[in-house]
């Protein structure tokens, strides 16, 4: 940046982290029981183990997925905002170099002017 400081990071790449830190579903911790319901809250997690491993591995899967096409979409944010700074400062030097073509343009005819009336006046 012309001041000197690097760029501000987007928001979008915050939340995108925090995004891909949070993605997989981890198994619930087990409940506490109490000691003589231990055996038991350990058959129905087994007997259940079966059906919602599989549907925790799916929206896994997804998860991680969503989260890298969501960075393939920042980082040609990303690139498109770099190509855009990059349009503006090029523009912007293209208008300076027109700006000082046309303020010698002017410094030229006021010359002119300036020689004109001066034949004039010493006729």
Known sequence: MADGMPPARPAYRTLLERLEARC???PPAPPATRAWLRPLRRIIDHIAAWYIEPLREQQNAINVATVHVLQAYADELDRLN???IRLDHDRLVR???DLLDAEEVQVEMLRRAAQGAV???AE
């Open 95 to 97: 208008l300076e170099r």
């Open 119 to 121: 034949r004039r006046h």
């Open 24 to 26: 997989i579903v981890q």
């Open 82 to 84: 770099e190509h855009a």
